[in-house]
């Protein structure tokens, strides 16, 4: 299995590109800010925790996520691989996921991430926030919560991968279609190594 986790601080690009990377190889998007946003407008008291949080710019405890990506993980067990979009966002979760894709006799083939700076990270998402209609893409003081979040629980995650050996990153400014370029050549010789093996 090919299983990608994309990352990035938010309004680094992970949806836009996971979304080339999918027709490309065929995979399977989870996204768990996705997910939470489809439990926010089901109504369901999971969404209704979640928005309390997400609203305030935090993260949704650990043990929630990972429950839900398990759910999915377990819903696609015949696909061939998976592209994890916003997940893992701390160490506990990267831990989780590895322990859930060894029970499915898989693994994390490799993060990629995608580097973009803060003040380019707040320019976009606020422009974001006038098309996508998420709360927390119009507020410049959550949007720096956000990204505060990210600096501070969410960046030790690419230690955690790099120190598997299975971190690369790619510089996340610039032409779409040039990032997706990079982005596939990790891939295509991760895919040469595996074939190889
Ligand atoms: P995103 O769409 O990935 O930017 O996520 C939007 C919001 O959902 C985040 O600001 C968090 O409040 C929450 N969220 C999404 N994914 C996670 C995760 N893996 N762990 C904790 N909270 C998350």
Redesign the pocket.
């Known amino acids: 299995m090919l299983n990608i986790v994309l990352f990035g601080p938010?309004g680094a690009g992970k949806g836009t590109q996971s979304q080339k990377l999918i027709d490309k190889y065929n995979l399977i998007h989870l996204?768990?800010?996705?997910l939470?946003r489809s439990e926010i407008a089901a109504g369901t008291a999971l969404g209704l925790e979640?928005k309390k949080?997400?609203d305030n710019?935090?993260?949704?405890p650990d043990e929630v996520?990972i429950g839900m990506i398990e759910n999915k993980v377990k819903e696609h067990r015949q696909a061939p691989g998976f592209i994890f979009d916003?997940?893992?966002?701390?160490v506990p979760?990267a831990q989780g996921l590895d322990k859930l894709l060894q029970d499915n006799g898989t693994e994390i083939s490799c993060m990629i991430a995608l580097r973009v700076d803060d003040e380019e990270l707040t320019t976009r998402l606020l422009l974001r926030g006038k098309t996508s209609g998420r709360p927390?893409d119009q507020n410049e003081e959550l949007i720096r919560k956000?990204v505060q979040e990210y600096n501070t629980k969410t960046a030790p995650v690419a230690d955690y991968y790099a120190g598997q050996g299975k971190y690369f990153a790619v510089d996340g400014i610039g032409d779409i279609e040039d990032i997706f370029k990079a982005l596939c050549q990790h891939i295509d010789a991760l895919k040469e190594k595996q074939e190889e093996k």
Do not use: I
Not at 86 to 90: M, V
């Open positions: 938010p996204s768990t800010g996705d939470l979640a949080l997400m710019g935090l993260l949704v996520v916003g997940f893992p966002r701390t979760q927390d956000r």
